[in-house]
T-cell receptor, first 115, second 112 residues
Framework: DGGITQSPKYLFRKEGQNVTLSCEQNLNHDAMYWYRQDPGQGLRLIYYSQIVNDFQKGDIAEGYSVSREKKESFPLTVTSAQKNPTAFYLC??????????????FGSGTRLTVV | QQQVKQSPQSLIVQKGGISIINCAYENTAFDYFPWYQQFPGKGPALLIAIRPDVSEKKEGRFTISFNKSAKQFSLHIMDSQPGDSATYFCAASMDSSYKLIFGSGTRLLVRP
């Protein structure tokens, strides 16, 4: 089945530690995105990538980094510079310009907690 | 101009009633308007979407109404069921930008 896989489902980070969240898709989508969701809040865009080896900052990129070495993969690193990383992280992908109504496909999320 | 404003923040409806969630946008270049449904601990899933060349789209109990002149669109859930209890997000984008702009979400509770 085609879809997006995020791992791990739960992640615990110690103060000062970098952690990496995995996102893999087999939908052959060109674009991938990372969103952060805080309790009772909307979705805030962290980074997005339109094509392999290229990515752009979203609205809240500080303290995060990404890479896009393969079309299928878009990992997110939460660095020690991110002072309040506890949140639910969502990865998504899309096939822009296809004139479809399908929009984004989201993964099931990773819940990151600072301990 | 990139914002999508969503209301209400929360909504309580009795089973069988109609749930209505509203969104407004400023950017007239937006040409794609989806609604997403999110259950706790899960990623959002596309519920229904519309382009501005139509004023209404219906899929089962879910209907999008679109008012281009007012720059508003809304989600109507007919015969609301307890299983519809979730958070709903509206969004908008220009295809060429690759980016969806999300509303702040509405937490819907349907009482039995």
């Amino acid at each position: 089945d085609g879809g997006i896989t995020q791992s791990p489902k739960y992640l615990f980070r110690k103060e000062g530690q970098n952690v990496t969240l995995s996102c893999e898709q087999n939908l052959n989508h060109d674009a991938m995105y990372w969103y952060r969701q805080d309790p009772g809040q909307g979705l805030r865009l962290i980074y997005y990538s339109q094509i392999v080896n290229d990515f752009q900052k979203g609205d809240i990129a500080e303290g995060y980094s990404v890479s896009r070495e393969k079309k299928e993969s878009f990992p997110l690193t939460v660095t020690s510079a991110q002072k309040n990383p506890t949140a639910f992280y969502l990865c998504a992908s899309s096939a822009p310009g296809t004139n479809s109504l399908y929009g984004y496909t989201f993964g099931s999320g990773t819940r990151l907690t600072v301990v | 101009q990139q914002q999508v404003k969503q209301s209400p923040q929360s909504l309580i409806v009795q089973k069988g009633g109609i749930s209505i969630i509203n969104c407004a946008y400023e950017n007239t270049a937006f040409d794609y308007f989806p609604w997403y449904q999110q259950f706790p601990g899960k990623g959002p899933a596309l519920l229904i979407a519309i382009r501005p060349d139509v004023s209404e789209k219906k899929e089962g109990r879910f209907t999008i109404s679109f008012n281009k002149s007012a720059k508003q669109f809304s989600l109507h859930i007919m015969d609301s069921q307890p299983g519809d209890s979730a958070t709903y997000f509206c969004a908008a984008s220009m295809d060429s930008s690759y980016k969806l702009i999300f509303g702040s979400g509405t937490r819907l509770l349907v009482r039995p």
